[in-house]
Nanobody, 117 residues
Framework: QVQLVESGGGLVQAGGSLRLSCSAS????????MGWHRQAPGKERELVAS????????YYAESVKGRFTISTDNFKDTMYLQMNSLKPEDTATYYC??????????WGKGTLVTVSS
């Protein structure tokens, strides 16, 4: 299995930036893909961005394209989400997940991002 811990959330003004980190431990050598999801109060969880662990292939939701950048540091077993030009609608709890070989998915507990207008 894999354990995931998010960090880097906080309160920021609109237009500001934050960098989220997702630190992985355990059987990280079996990870195929990682992603960032977010869930705002009263809304469903949505995929924000994802990245393949080995090749760097990325996906971004339309709402964050050009503002957010997903990356990994394989030596540190850490995934990042650089968030620029933040908007109040980006306010949510952000979760990371990892898909392992064999199809099992693991989730972190989340980190809260609040963007004030």
């Amino acid at each position: 299995q894999v354990q995931l811990v998010e960090s880097g959330g906080g309160l920021v003004q609109a237009g500001g930036s934050l960098r989220l980190s997702c630190s992985a431990s355990g059987r990280t050598f079996t990870m195929l893909n990682m992603g960032w999801h977010r869930q705002a109060p009263g809304k469903e969880r949505e995929l924000v961005a994802s990245i393949s662990w080995s090749g760097g292939s990325t996906y971004y939701a339309e709402s964050v394209k050009g503002r957010f950048t997903i990356s990994t540091d394989n030596f540190k077993d850490t995934m990042y989400l650089q968030m620029n030009s933040l908007k109040p609608e980006d306010t949510a709890t952000y979760y990371c997940d990892a898909l392992l070989a064999g199809g099992r998915n693991y989730w972190g507990k989340g980190t809260l991002v609040t963007v004030s207008s």
